[in-house]
């Protein structure tokens, strides 16, 4: 099992990930689907977290904790997610080390007094993928039915996680309109 560890933007090491995770993009073969995703659209100055995927105290993988002003007052979780494909597997099988990060950014979010928190996916399908994580997961998921703008271009399907009763008056997101 993977070594996973999520740190805030304020840990005194934070700079230090962000540049391993920048040297680390640069090994990422340019056929990946997602390619611009770790490289040229990596940005990590709206991160409120960073978590990191490490085997045998090397990098393997890392995702963010993003905010931006249009989610209201909600994070994006597993943002800009990646895995090195020797560490993946196939099919929509959430990992234990995968359910770690999630737990451990649900953690770092509610601490710093988010509403929720929410993972979305890029996909030109339905949202079964995003059903078929949130079934894993505990049943707080929320699993939305219609596609929202996560980006200035991307909509995507996403689950929501709720802090409070008062989330759905938080949430800035705007529903796609189809």
């Not at 490289?39 to 960073?50: E, G, P």
């Not at 993928?129 to 219609?146: E, G, R, T």
Request: proline share 2%; hydrophobic share 35%; with cysteine.
């Amino acid at each position: 099992m993977l070594d996973v560890e999520t740190i805030g933007k304020y840990d005194s090491n934070f700079l230090s990930i962000v540049r391993e995770i920048q040297k680390f993009c640069m090994t990422i073969s340019s056929d990946d689907r997602l390619y611009e995703n770790y490289t040229r659209r990596l940005n990590f100055s709206d991160s409120v977290a960073i978590s990191t995927y490490r085997n045998e105290n090397k990098l393997v993988g890392f995702s963010t904790v993003l905010y931006l002003s249009e989610y209201g007052n909600g994070v994006r979780i597993l943002n800009r997610f990646y895995k090195d494909p020797k560490f993946r597997l196939k099919g929509f099988k959430v990992t234990d080390e995968t359910k770690i990060m999630i737990d451990q950014q649900l953690s770092v979010a509610k601490n710093l007094n988010f509403d929720f928190a929410f993972m979305s996916r890029e996909s030109n399908t339905n949202q079964f993928a995003m059903k078929h994580f949130a079934k894993q997961l505990d049943s707080n998921w929320n699993i939305m039915p219609n596609k929202y703008k996560v980006s200035n271009n991307s909509e995507q399907y996403i689950v929501v996680y709720p802090f409070n009763d008062t989330w759905q008056t938080s949430i800035l997101l705007k529903e796609s309109v189809r």
